[in-house]
């Protein structure tokens, strides 16, 4: 097989094993890290936890119901429960009971606590879906992430193409005696320093890769590749103006940190509620069945009466009322009552500061949004001015017009400007994509 054919199958393979690999786009990063993230699973088993608090709370409406049975050997001077003489005899006896509890009223203690435990479990579906944004954040910066340094080692690589050429030109003009040695030290020196800087690069992505393959939680054998193109930073809706007002009353009606807490205010205002019912008086209906086994209960002629019959025969019944009227308990009621309120005044400053921090964030947006977009617009004109400036220095280098110090001066501002520009590009996309968030567009595959 000749080198060209060999070629050939070579490249034939490669594309078709790239081509069978998954690349991975934005959305199917977040959907993985949100199916195999701990600590989203941590806050979901909270959440239903606090489901099956609420559940019971309503259940807490019905009556309860007990049932009572024992088994007890009597031995030594006792009574004896069917004459009520003391006897020194050894007996056992049997007690059966039920009683039911119904809270007719309870100062609405029981319906508050419901309103509670409701608003506690909505708060903790909210803090499910923060967990998701938070890390869907984390996994769209560690992606933009892999793909800036994706870009440094093209633009190193490029470099690097570049100061072969120049080698392979001055080695070629010393072998032919046009120039002197010392300009060939120069343009291997300037290699070299791309190489590392290329080694240097690659090593940066490989770390990018492995935060984002930590954030996903990523478990798969395969190499976790990233689709190749990303969507275009400049748009119609890229200087589009943003009030900071608008941006903040759309965010306020969905951001799930601020409803959470919002939910919480509202369970500690039913909570303070609650509280306060048990400074009224409880009303409850009660009911109850009972009965009795005794060995020591004997017929007229001293025969023990089987034990179906004085199942039968002992059988009592009761229902009533019972009125309980909170006098003095140390305090106690009045001291939590005022804990409460303090809990309740806690949870609306808390509310307060969310909200605070989320106007705050979204100020901090809008001007970066400001600054990201005339720093792009500058960025871009510099790339095309350095690039001009790289090509005109390359030909006056080729016709010996300039040393190679000049030439590689003018390569390196050339590939500061192509890194810069795309730095700032992708900075620009990142909070671009966070505004859309917080204006309420689906930038996230969350659900």
Same mark, same amino acid.
């Given at each position: ?5 060999? *070629?050939?199958? @070579? ?94 009223? $309870? ?33 769209? !910066? ?40 010392? +300009? ?6 300037? *290699?070299?320093?791309?190489? @590392? ?16 393959? $930590? ?7 395969? +190499? ?8 275009? #930073? ?31 205010? @509202? ?31 004997? +017929? ?10 004085? *199942? ?26 005022? !804990?409460?309120?303090?809990?309740? !005044? ?6 307060? #500061? ?6 705050? @964030? #979204? ?8 600054? *990201?977009?005339? =720093?792009? =617009? ?70």
């Amino acid at each position: 097989m000749n080198l060209k054919t060999y *070629l050939t199958v @070579l490249t034939i393979l490669v594309s078709s094993i790239s081509f069978s690999q998954k690349t991975w786009s934005l959305d199917e990063c977040v959907a993985y890290a949100i199916e195999h993230n701990l600590q989203v699973l941590n806050t979901s088993y909270t959440k239903d936890s606090s489901k099956e608090s609420y559940r019971q709370s309503v259940r807490d409406l019905l009556p309860s119901v007990n049932g009572f049975a024992d088994y007890r050997i009597q031995f030594g001077r006792s009574e004896d429960p069917n004459t009520n003489d003391f006897v020194n005899t050894e007996f056992f006896r049997n007690n059966y009971s039920m009683g039911a509890n119904l809270g007719v009223f $309870q100062g609405f203690q029981k319906l508050n606590a419901i309103k509670a435990s409701k608003f506690i479990y909505k708060a903790t579906q909210e803090d499910v879906q923060q967990q998701k944004f938070l890390l869907a954040f984390r996994v769209m !910066q560690a992606y933009y992430d892999i793909k800036f340094f994706e870009g440094l080692v093209a633009n190193s690589l490029e470099q690097q193409e570049i100061s072969q050429s120049n080698y392979d030109l001055v080695n070629k003009q010393v072998e032919l005696g046009l120039m002197a040695g010392a +300009d060939l030290y120069e343009a291997e020196s300037n *290699l070299l320093g791309d190489k @590392l800087l290329v080694t240097q690069n690659q090593n940066l992505l490989a770390n990018a890769k492995l935060v984002l393959i $930590q954030e996903m939680n990523y478990e798969e054998d395969e +190499d976790l590749r990233l689709q190749s193109a990303v969507a275009s #930073i400049a748009g119609p809706n890229l200087t589009e103006q943003i009030t900071v007002d608008s941006l903040y009353s759309t965010a306020r009606g969905f951001m799930p940190l601020v409803k959470s807490q919002e939910y919480r205010m @509202l369970a500690a205002k039913k909570q303070l509620q609650s509280t306060r019912g048990f400074l009224f008086p409880s009303l409850s209906l009660v009911a109850g069945i009972g009965t009795s086994y005794f060995e020591t209960n004997v +017929d007229s002629d001293g025969n023990l009466i089987p034990f179906r019959t004085q *199942l039968k025969d002992n059988t009592s019944k009761f229902i009533g009322a019972e009125l309980s009227i909170p006098i003095s308990n140390g305090w106690a009621n009045r001291s939590r009552l005022k !804990q409460q309120k303090i809990a309740y !005044q806690q949870a609306k400053n808390n509310l307060k #500061i969310q909200e605070q921090e989320l106007f705050q @964030l #979204i100020q901090q947006l809008v001007q970066t949004q400001n600054a *990201l977009i005339a =720093e792009y =617009e500058q960025s871009n004109k510099r790339v095309q001015s350095q690039e001009l400036a790289f090509s005109i220095a390359q030909k006056r280098y080729e016709k010996g017009l300039i040393n190679a110090i000049d030439l590689f001066q003018a390569k390196n501002l050339f590939g500061v400007a192509q890194n810069e520009n795309l730095q700032v590009g992708l900075r620009l996309k990142v909070n671009k994509s966070t505004i859309d968030f917080y204006n309420g567009l689906p930038v996230f595959n969350i659900n």
